[in-house]
């Protein structure tokens, strides 16, 4: 116990030491309005509107007819509840948020204050009353209408509406506590689009409520996160997305959202647009030629759930084009001069964009984006860049390898790094011209952190927030794939948390398939870690795992969480189950099986809360051992195995299905020499 003590502190001496520490507390700030429209945005729009400019002038038409453009629009809420799947006010709380956005923008284009006044009459009344979002589809009732109401809110803060601090308060409140809990760890379990709203909307509140962490949480699941929203994982280098094969509307969906999140982004400095080589680009073209009845490449694809396979790509509402091209079509040809001739056609036909189906998006783009055309003559810089953000840092063996998104206008870029062995912060790197760095030159097992800057003409910005990774894990950790899985697995510890990726069919039968990182073992002792929600594939075993040697056939005792069969692919149950091979070679056992999770738990199949596992060895006694807070713990079972020689204690994932890998996030680990800080 004291020497874990010990250790823990020494973590949080390194961690307040560190530049994360430091960035946080330093954060830049935000610009402010800066969600889908700047002040330049907004007066762009109200001078276009005055002077009758085409097509501004059309597109104002269509959305001042509108009926929730109308300063005499009646409120339909508010309620303490909100919800889909069963619906719950979900009609009434939509319109009122299409509502409160397109009369707040109302009021920013025509300055006529009756605008501003019903905008806020709507967000105060809700922001007054909202508490819960329930529902199977949760995600999407707090992803879909808040957006909407959230950027109705940032643009009567910023504009002289006269809303009130104690309104403004109320409002940021409602965000963090009646939406943001249902957003916070995205939609790992659904297709794409759900993930994608959650990301966008998370993106928003972080803005509105000038909370970086929160900012850059949602940052880094668009650029890295485990599930179908994840803008590399939604679109393949092809164009092809993961709902293609699902239907077009959906697909049109998905990729608008992610739009959002570029826009939102583009309003605060950074080039999300041109991510992974203009990925998003390459969604839209390929969707577009698609629906204008063009033909296109499709592979048959299995998503990240592994719950929708798509052999062919959908006809289904082919050729129904939503209103989602204009933003794409100006963001890339009109401001950055790229071809885009696809959507281009595509928004072209749709001009004059006009309202979406309920909140699904903001609609009437025509309005909202219509720009001039780049005249391709570089500006002298006036400003420094922003700050780099979504800071990636990915440890092997070898190397970190570094990854952000560019700022705009940025010419070059420096790399800062601090361990605990150099005792001090030191540019490792200047003069990038792109935004990736790989550091070469690190110690095996050492915790490095990271920060960057951008520079142009004009000036360096602030530090980027920082971000960690360990060059392999540290000792006496050490990590394998067991039973040759169908793709290569991978490890990796921040300081905090482990996070295993691991295909594998199962941790069962003769032999076991799965990724495992572990520590030596003498004697008696246990390992315990909490799962951080959520995990990506839904077929996925993981847990804690004893085991003779990485031989797949060896013995070995594990306690698992697992999805158990329930008559729907949507929702499974799941136990923690204590499975033992009590001879090499001979078929893995169910030893003992906990109570059905249930919630908050497990809400309709989806594990959606932190759950912790302990597994104990007195001898060639083993334990399992389950807790809700980490601090109340119920044995499962006990089972025997004769576990002798180089016994290696750890954690361990399994993807459950071939050809499909699986994310799962540890933290608060603590195992044979290794104790850890509890989580924050």
């Not at 109320?170 to 379990?189: G, N, V």
């Not at 499962?636 to 890998?661: E, H, M, N, Y």
């Amino acid at each position: 116990m004291q020497h874990r003590s010990i250790h823990s502190v020494l973590l949080l001496c390194l961690a307040l030491a560190s530049p994360a520490a430091k960035s946080m507390a330093d954060a830049p700030p935000f610009v402010h309005p800066g969600l889908l429209h700047t002040r330049a945005d907004l007066e762009r729009m109200k001078l276009g509107v005055a002077s009758h400019e085409s097509p501004i002038a059309e597109g104002f038409a269509v959305f001042a007819a509108s009926p929730e453009s109308q300063s005499s629009y009646v409120l339909r809420g508010p309620f303490s509840e909100i919800g889909r799947n069963p619906s719950v006010h979900f009609g009434e709380f939509d319109t009122d948020a299409n509502a409160a956005y397109q009369c707040a923008l109302m009021w920013a284009i025509t300055g006529d204050r009756s605008y501003a006044d019903k905008s806020e009459q709507i967000i105060d009344a809700w922001s007054g009353s909202l508490k819960t979002v329930s529902g199977a589809d949760a995600v999407l009732m707090a992803g879909l209408g808040p957006f909407k109401m959230v950027n109705a809110a940032e643009i009567l803060r910023y504009t002289d509406s006269k809303w009130s601090a104690a309104e403004i308060d109320q409002c940021e409140r409602m965000f963090r506590s009646a939406i943001y809990p249902t957003l916070k760890d995205f939609a790992l379990f659904a297709n794409g689009n759900w993930d994608t709203a959650a990301v966008k909307t998370v993106i928003a509140i972080g803005v509105f409520c000038n909370d970086r962490p929160m900012f850059e949480r949602a940052l880094h699941y668009y650029i890295d996160g485990a599930g179908d929203g994840r803008l590399t994982h939604y679109i393949s280098a092809t164009g092809q997305c993961q709902e293609s094969g699902r239907d077009q509307g959906h697909t049109q969906l998905g990729l608008a959202h992610l739009g959002d999140c570029c826009e939102i982004a583009w309003s605060q400095g950074l080039d999300l647009y041109a991510y992974a080589d203009n990925r998003l680009l390459k969604g839209f073209e390929y969707t577009a030629k698609y629906n204008l009845d063009g033909v296109v490449p499709f592979s048959p694809d299995l998503d990240w759930t592994g719950k929708y396979a798509h052999r062919v790509i959908s006809p289904m509402g082919r050729g129904k084009l939503r209103p989602v091209f204009e933003q794409i079509y100006n963001h890339y040809v009109h401001r950055v001069g790229a071809a885009a001739p696809f959507t281009q056609q595509a928004a072209e036909k749709v001009r004059p964009e006009g309202a979406a189906q309920g909140a699904d998006h903001p609609g009437f783009g025509t309005l909202l984006y219509s720009i001039p055309a780049a005249t391709g003559q570089s500006k002298p810089h006036l400003a420094p860049p922003a700050a780099p953000a979504g800071v990636i840092a990915a440890g092997t063996d070898r190397e970190i390898a570094l990854s952000w998104v560019a700022s705009v206008g940025a010419v070059s870029y420096a790399v800062k790094r601090w361990s605990s062995h150099e005792g001090r912060t030191v540019t490792i790197a200047k003069g990038l011209s792109s935004p990736t760095y790989r550091d070469k030159n690190v110690k095996y097992g050492e915790l490095y952190f990271y920060s960057v800057t951008a520079s142009n003409a004009a000036g360096s910005s602030s530090e980027s927030t920082a971000s960690s990774a360990s060059a392999g894990l540290p000792a006496p950790w050490s990590a394998s794939d067991i039973g040759a899985p169908d793709a290569s697995g991978t490890a990796s510890y921040d300081g905090r948390r482990f996070t295993l990726e691991s295909a594998g069919v199962a941790i069962s039968g003769a032999s076991d398939q799965c990724r495992f990182a572990g520590v030596p073992m003498t004697g008696n002792g246990a390992i315990t870690a909490r799962f951080v929600p959520q995990v990506s594939s839904q077929s996925s075993q993981f847990g804690l795992m004893i085991r003779e040697s990485t031989a797949p056939s060896t013995i070995q005792v594990s306690l698992l969480l697992t999805p158990e069969p329930s008559g729907s692919v949507e929702k499974p149950g799941w136990n923690a189950r204590l499975i033992v091979r009590k001879f090499s070679g001979a078929d893995a056992v169910t030893a003992a099986v906990g109570p059905a999770l249930a919630a908050p738990l497990v809400t309709y199949g989806r594990l959606m809360a932190p759950y912790w596992l302990r597994l104990a060895r007195a001898g060639d006694a083993f334990t399992g051992f389950v807790s809700a807070d980490g601090q109340t713990w119920t044995p499962i079972g006990t089972t025997t195995g004769s576990l002798r020689g180089k016994v290696r204690a750890g954690l361990t994932a399994s993807s459950g299905l071939a050809g499909v890998a699986t994310t799962v996030v540890f933290d608060s680990v603590a195992a044979p020499g290794w104790p850890s800080l509890s989580p924050r």
